[in-house]
């Protein structure tokens, strides 16, 4: 009777995890199938393998892994500093703030500081250096999607670093460790899994990044989230689209087998 | 578990509630019948005097909804459960509203006011006959530069943007068609080549203009224009009469070899329930003096020939937004493809788009 209660309480989850996570990775393989003109082909697989998709594929994640080196560069001090604060929470919250902002409004406001005639232009005549082209360039880019992405780096390693054992640093210190042998031995492993759960949380979504790429890139970034948006919303093709997500879903598989999702589990338990 | 249970049971309570709410707030926006007349059309593209006077005039209530492109539009319509009586698309997608049989024929002998509209503008590809549309205004695809940052240069050709002290200047719309557009109307080719060898001939083109490429954007265009990031930007008439407004220093040309036209016409979608209001409204908008006030309020270009009249010389004047036959004759109507082409020039725009970073 018991057991029969709790598969009644499973019942709403397993309705959601048909519904929203399977159904529409079904429907994405589906569609894939289909081409142009709706007739069952594998077609766009073979499409996908040609030079225009590849090397989109190849910048993608290039640019991804830009996106992610540098988020983790900025977030991995700063989460440091954060645990090292008195007020550690209100820090956080400030921090996580901007991301309650509605992305578009975000990259509309960098239009505007980067611009031409923008404050930061505006500064870098003031100083000399004499004004630059930075809108529409793969460093702004980069550096606004690093800015959107940064919270979510900054957060697990955060907790991973919060819940590190003082004692542990204090005992290699003891020993004799110097500071950076004692980071590089000592905490940097113990928080190597809030690492890694902030890479995936950067990483996987800037795969598909799309529209900042023509917000702030003018579409001089041009990645496989670029093709997709054009292939549902201009060209129709719902198959080429589809085979494109599939690709990264399986992509994004990959990334979280060798990431090692075990490890990951444990932080989300906290 | 109790508390679950209240947590889910208030959670549904409040979804449900919603559902109402809003179910509610769409019912009642749809007024209909022969008292009342519901138009569909793009926010502030009509003087709000004239539908008051439509109204004083008829007794027919005007119900007014607004959408902002067109795919909105087709999916509202197509998704039912509205009833407009009158609907303001652009060309493109009258093609596809006809293909779906979403349009009720127009009865002409209703529309006397016809024969006000100009010749050049009737019986167009998307609509041959007027069968189910009237032209509401026109437009055109043009060049719009800063005299001032290009020095001299003057654009009444398409071969101006391949200029090389252009590097980096250019803005481009981030749309299929206008851009592979460019490359054929500068090849001398038509805007609706079907021909792979003349589309790769225009790409190969295209790929020369990279390095003076600055961007290409959405409708960002028109502020990132407005406030000079760049000195050119190839864009609609309709976009560069905004910009003009909000920045004078700013000028626009129809390069002669010839461009893109657009229109927004009326139609009467089959959802109508008042058909013979419709008629009314439309013959209404089409009285050379109601068209007069409406472009002054609009400010775009009308294709009503007797409403020229109404309206000062300084508007219809302006070759730039209402030029002669000579201009006219080379523009051209996009016409529909069908998906097979449409993907064939996505692709190629595409890998125009991925050639620029090399570039």
Known sequence: MQYRTRNMYLMPYAAWIALFVIAPIALIAYYSMFDIDGALTLANYRRFFTPVYLSMAVRSFWYAFLITMFSLLVAYPTAYLLTKTRHKQ?????????????????????IGMFGTYGPVNALLSAVGIGTRQILFTEFSFIFVAVYIFIPFMILPIFNALDELNPSLVAAARDLGASGWDTFRRVVFPLTISGVKSGCRAVFIPALSLFMITRLIAGNRVITLGTAIEQHFLVTQDWGMGSTIAVFLVIAMGLIMALTGSGEGGKQHAR | MKKVM???????????ALVGTSSYLNSSNGYSGADALTVYNWGDYIDPELVSKFERETGIRVVYETFDSNEAMLTKIAHGGTSFDIVIPSDYAINKMKAEGMLVPLDHSKIPNLKYIDSRFLDLPFDY?????????????????????????????????????????????????????????????????????????????????????????????KMLLANEEAAVGVVWSGDAAIIMDENDKLDYVIPSEGSMVWFDNIVIPTTARNVEGAHLFINFMLDPENAAQNTEYVAYSTPNAAALEYLPEEITGDARFYPGPDVTDNLEVLINLGKRMLGYYNELFLEFKMHRRRA
């Open chain 1, 90 to 110: 209100l820090w956080l919250v400030l921090i996580i703030m901007p991301s309650w902002m509605n992305l578009l409004l975000k990259a509309y406001a960098f």
């Open chain 2, 6 to 16: 209240q947590a889910f049971i208030v959670v549904m309570a409040a979804a449900f």
């Open chain 2, 129 to 221: 006959g007027n069968e189910y549309s009237v032209p509401y205004f026109w437009g055109t695809m043009g060049i719009i530069y800063n005299p001032e940052i290009v020095e001299g240069r003057d654009f009444t050709s398409w071969s101006a943007l391949w200029d090389e002290g252009l590097g980096g200047e250019i803005l481009l719309v981030d749309s299929a068609r206008e851009v592979i557009g460019i490359g054929l109307v500068s090849l001398g080719y038509s805007l609706n080549e079907t021909d792979t060898g003349h589309l790769q001939e225009a790409h190969g083109k295209l790929c020369e203009l990279a390095p003076n490429v600055k961007a290409i954007v959405g409708d960002e265009i």
